[in-house]
């Protein structure tokens, strides 16, 4: 089996091509550079994404947040119910840790709040 | 008397003035029209950004956050809050904020960074009722993402322009129904990674060659009525289709902010709608510098960092020692390829041109002539609108140059 | 109880209302929408007629050239922006030369005065731009522009200055008659009143009914228009019609007062009196005629386009009628009915007072206003003493129009109060621009939502259902 994908690595989006035997991945084209390969093998097998959002402070002040690594796609909604009853506290600098354990990632402030 | 005044602290703003500060200049002022430094990148929360720059993905907040630290590491003075209301071409600034009211700095240079703005709902003409609930997408992210409110719930989006896009995840994200994403063209504006992850991750259809026909609903939006268009862009009665959503959000384009150009006597190049710029940045006016999206809009961030170091180099030495040119070639293109910039070459030296093509061609080579005789050539497998191209050109090849040709060759 | 009731605060309510307060009379204003100007005036063509149009003779023509000559001293009190840019109706053919010369005949019955025909070299020195083929016009000195919404918003503001009351979201549901007067309903409300004006608009023949007056009816006929941006603004300088046609004055083109360039209207009798639908072929009429008038108009360059429904008498002249003692319609007050209204206020106090009404000049009676605009027109050393005194005023929230923060709240805190973005547009100019709101909406929302005491939510575009934000985001836990 073949499937074509988009790699979301970075702005470039190579055209991937992956061959596919039942799951596993026998080659990957298309990619420009190596992380395009690893994308597309994690795509096929355990797709996994970065989630940004923002939390709501106990204040009412909205600060950006994200996983500070990609979890798992299908996660990404359990993820955000997480992060929206997230209440942190003011201040919040950039990198704090708001939520520290959640499918293998923590989520952190990507802005500073006072 | 100010050396440097840079007139926006966006992304644009923040890196020209550290490149200045690291070329030897110490007498500078940004002015920033909100509240904090970042510029629109204060409400990019998504990733993405910095992968050139810094080789890891970060959020626009982060992105911005790391020039901040540096602009207040070298004590770069700013003032947040001001907005700059005149520019002379004698390089007199006009400006307001609370504190000092109304004031007027004379500099030595300017570099203009102030980055573009929306194409708004009014310029497109859409027929219908004028309800509430029609917003930029840009509009939405900042209700969405600054503000913390939902513009609605269920949503369609006109344009498919990287905000667009974004904003159909995050939208989706917080809750929302985004019913569909209609584009005018025949391929969207927006980046293939934003595509597949903003929108064939959540199963929300990307209508090409549609538009936004009609609106309805008296007080707030009740539905759009969509259709597909013929090859003239016109649409084809015979599909169209009423979409019930509450929200429409329009991602149609952006346009550089150019009225603080314009008062300048700056000219204006009719293609970017930014100024006319050499390799240095430099406007025809003596001292005025641009680049970020004010010159052009770039799709990357880390590319209007790369753009704005020049300026910010190139005004510093304009600072200290003049501007000393030893050429004037004038960059023309060809049609296919629309603009480019810089605009025109002042001075032998190896140069990157920027450039964006007017439609979807694929197996392409990109060739520059100087004076006719052909002094670059280079193939592609594919150029689209929505991507800014680059070349470099050596400077050794542009002796006495007075004319540059960028031509599109269709293999 | 009182004296008057206004019912309707367009124009020619707003008019009446500020004429009426100069009176010792206890006036009230009733309006069925959010906010002032919210039907015909806030859609049309902005244009004070110098009067050549209507028939010789009729209230058309009496109050178009009474009105047009004392407009600019209602403006100056009112603060108001007013330009005496003249008109110029131009011709294309033989046919239109004739019927140049009949209006040039007709507006000199009226009492026009100064109107003289152009022939084409004179037309082209006057509007460089205009079209190679037209090749005469008819020239009006008198004719001028005016912001319709902020004339209304501005005597709305000074008949409150001077003791009247206004209450929107008022929308009148029954009208019965008292020994004294009469009772206003709405569904909520009630206000008694020994006398009524109505000034309803496209309403005024519903309101009229409603006490038993069936004697005319209003259909509204759709005019849509496109406005370009200011760079546009001096591509003409006078107001340029066609030679008329039975369906009107056909597409004009003409420089705002704010320096915008406005084209349309287009003219469509309609029977809905809520379809304010702009359609794709009215564009693309607008866009052609324009082009016909005037060379190089650039329509990429349009900032908005919008439509107005235009309130059409039954009769064919304006319906000023008093069906009972005490009740007094002002109705099918089309064009020329901006141009009219201060003459038509008159004639309504002067019907009053003819009706044993008792109308008393009230000794403090005050009939100017502060310019809406003042801080805008400001010089820059006014503006930094009024910015020391407040600093809000040194804030710029909306970037293109350059509107201060100062200006929005004093368009939230000054009479009639702007309750929703659209009238804070009106009153400030923020978000008329040319990204339209896109930066700042999200600002002023905040600023309503602070100075009104209410919730994101609960603020609106243009009243009850307009809304701009549904819900906190986080909610969806």
Redesign the interface.
């Known amino acids: 089996m073949e499937r074509n994908?988009?790699?979301?690595?970075?702005?470039?989006?190579c055209?991937l091509k992956v061959e596919l035997d039942g799951g596993e991945v026998k080659s990957v084209s298309g990619n420009t550079c190596p992380r395009g390969e690893v994308y597309a093998r994690t795509e096929c097998t355990n797709p996994m994404?970065?989630?940004?959002?923002?939390?709501?402070c106990s204040d009412?002040t909205?600060v950006?947040v994200?996983t500070d690594k990609p979890i798992p796609?299908d996660k990404?909604?359990d993820c955000?119910?997480a992060i929206?009853?997230a209440n942190p506290d003011l201040p919040i600098k950039?990198g704090c840790v708001i939520i520290d354990k959640i499918y293998g990632a923590k989520v952190i402030a990507?802005?500073?709040a006072e | 008397m100010t050396d440097l005044v840079i007139i926006g602290g966006g992304p644009a703003g923040m890196s020209a003035a550290i490149a200045a500060y690291e070329s030897g200049i110490r007498d500078i002022l940004i002015l920033e029209r909100d509240v904090k430094l970042g510029g629109i990148l204060q409400q990019c929360i998504h990733n993405g950004f910095g992968l050139h720059k810094f080789g890891e993905e970060l959020t626009g907040p982060e992105y911005a956050w790391r020039y901040e630290e540096k602009v207040r590491e070298y004590g770069i003075l700013f003032k947040t809050g001001t907005m700059v209301l005149d520019i002379t071409k004698d390089k007199i600034i006009t400006a307001t904020n609370e504190e000092d009211g109304i004031f007027t700095i004379q500099a030595k240079a300017i570099i203009l960074a102030m980055g573009c703005r929306e194409r708004s709902k009014g310029a497109l003409n859409i027929a219908g009722s004028r309800p509430a609930g029609i917003f930029s997408a840009g509009t939405a992210q900042k209700f969405v993402n600054m503000k913390g409110y939902m513009p609605g719930k269920s949503v369609v989006i006109l344009g498919s322009g990287d905000i667009g896009l974004i904003m159909a995840r995050r939208m989706t994200l917080e809750g929302a129904e985004v019913k569909a994403v209609c584009e005018l063209m025949p391929y969207s504006g927006g980046l293939a990674r934003n595509i597949e992850q903003c929108l064939n991750d959540f199963n929300i259809p990307l209508k090409l060659s549609h538009t936004v026909v009609e609106i309805h609903g008296k007080e707030r939006l009740e539905g759009v009525t969509i259709a597909q268009v013929d090859e003239n862009r016109k649409p084809i009665d015979s599909t169209r289709e009423f979409i019930a959503c509450d929200t429409l959000l329009l991602s149609v384009g952006l346009i550089p902010e150019n009225e603080l150009t314009k008062a300048a006597e700056v000219e204006l190049d009719r293609i970017t709608n930014g100024a006319v710029v050499d390799q240095d940045r430099q406007t025809e006016k003596e001292g005025i510098f641009a680049c970020g999206n004010v010159l052009h809009v770039h799709d990357l961030v880390d590319f209007v960092s790369e753009e704005a170091e020049i300026a910010g180099k190139s005004a510093a030495s304009y600072i200290k020692s003049g501007t000393q040119n030893d050429m004037n070639a004038v960059i023309k293109t060809d049609g296919k390829i629309r603009y480019s910039v810089p605009q025109r070459i002042t001075t032998k030296k190896d140069i990157t041109v920027y450039f964006r093509v007017s439609d979807v061609f694929k197996n392409v080579k990109i060739n520059v002539y100087k004076d006719g005789e052909q002094i670059y050539s280079k193939k592609k497998i594919k150029v689209a609108p929505g991507e800014m191209e680059s070349i470099k050109l050596a400077g050794e090849k542009l002796d006495d140059a007075k004319e540059l040709y960028l031509e599109l060759e269709v293999l | 109880m009182y004296d008057v009731s206004v019912i309707g605060a367009g124009v020619v309510g707003a008019m009446v209302a500020r004429k009426l307060s100069s009176y010792s009379l206890k006036v009230c204003i009733l309006e069925s929408e959010n906010d002032v100007a919210m039907g015909a005036t806030r859609a049309n063509s902005a244009i004070v007629h110098a009067g050549f149009d209507a028939k010789e003779g009729s209230l058309k023509a009496k109050l178009n050239v009474k009105g047009s000559e004392m407009m600019e001293k209602v403006a100056s009190e009112l603060g108001v922006k007013y330009k005496k840019n003249g008109s110029l109706v131009i011709g294309f053919n033989e046919e239109d030369k004739n019927m140049l010369s009949e209006l040039l005949v007709r507006g000199n019955e009226n009492g026009v005065k100064d109107l003289r025909l152009l022939d084409k070299d004179e037309l082209k020195a006057l509007e460089p731009n205009i079209s190679n083929n037209a090749i005469c016009a008819l020239y009006a000195p008198t004719g001028a522009i005016i912001c319709p919404y902020e004339l209304t918003i501005a005597a709305v503001g000074n008949a409150m200055d001077n003791g009247a009351e206004l209450k929107c979201n008022f929308k009148v549901t029954a009208i019965d008659k008292t020994d004294d007067g009469y009772e206003i309903k709405s569904e909520t409300e009630a206000v008694k009143s020994r006398c009524v004006i109505n000034c309803a608009g496209l309403y005024s023949d519903k309101i009229a009914a409603m006490i038993g007056d069936e004697s005319f009816s209003v259909h509204p006929r759709k005019g849509e228009y496109i406005l370009l941006d200011k760079e546009c603004g001096c591509i003409v300088s006078h107001t340029i019609f066609r030679t008329p046609s039975k369906m009107g004055k056909g597409i004009l083109v003409s420089p705002t007062v704010d320096g915008n360039l406005l084209t349309g209207p287009t003219s469509v009798d309609m029977e809905d009196k809520e379809n304010k639908a702009t359609a794709a072929d009215g564009f693309a009429k607008i866009i052609k005629e324009t082009y016909e008038n005037v060379e190089g108009v650039p329509f990429n360059k349009t900032i908005t386009s919008f439509c107005g429904l235009r309130a059409v008498g039954s009769t064919g002249d304006f319906i000023i009628t008093s069906p009972e003692k005490g009740f007094i319609n002002a109705a099918g007050i089309e064009s020329p009915g901006l141009s009219a209204s201060p003459a038509i206020a008159e004639y309504i106090a002067d019907m009053l007072k003819d009706q044993g009404f008792e109308l008393n000049e009230k000794a403090d009676f005050n009939p100017k206003r502060k310019p809406m605009h003042y801080f805008r027109e400001a010089s820059i050393e006014e503006k930094n003493k009024i910015i020391k005194k407040d600093k809000s005023f040194g804030k710029i929230v909306c970037r293109c129009e350059g509107v201060t923060e100062g200006e929005i709240l004093e368009a939230i805190r000054t009479n009639p109060k702007a309750r929703d973005l659209d009238g804070v547009k009106r009153r400030t100019r923020a978000q008329m621009g040319r990204c339209q709101g896109g930066f700042c909406s999200p600002y002023i929302v905040e600023l309503l939502a602070k100075e009104m005491n209410i919730t994101y939510e609960d603020v609106t575009k243009f009243g009850a259902g307009s809304y701009i934000n549904c819900s906190k985001t986080k909610e969806d836990k």
């Open positions: 994908l988009t790699c979301i690595v970075c702005p470039m989006g055209s994404r970065t989630v940004t959002s923002t939390v709501r009412g909205v950006a994200k796609k990404v909604f955000m119910k929206n009853n950039i990507t802005q500073n």
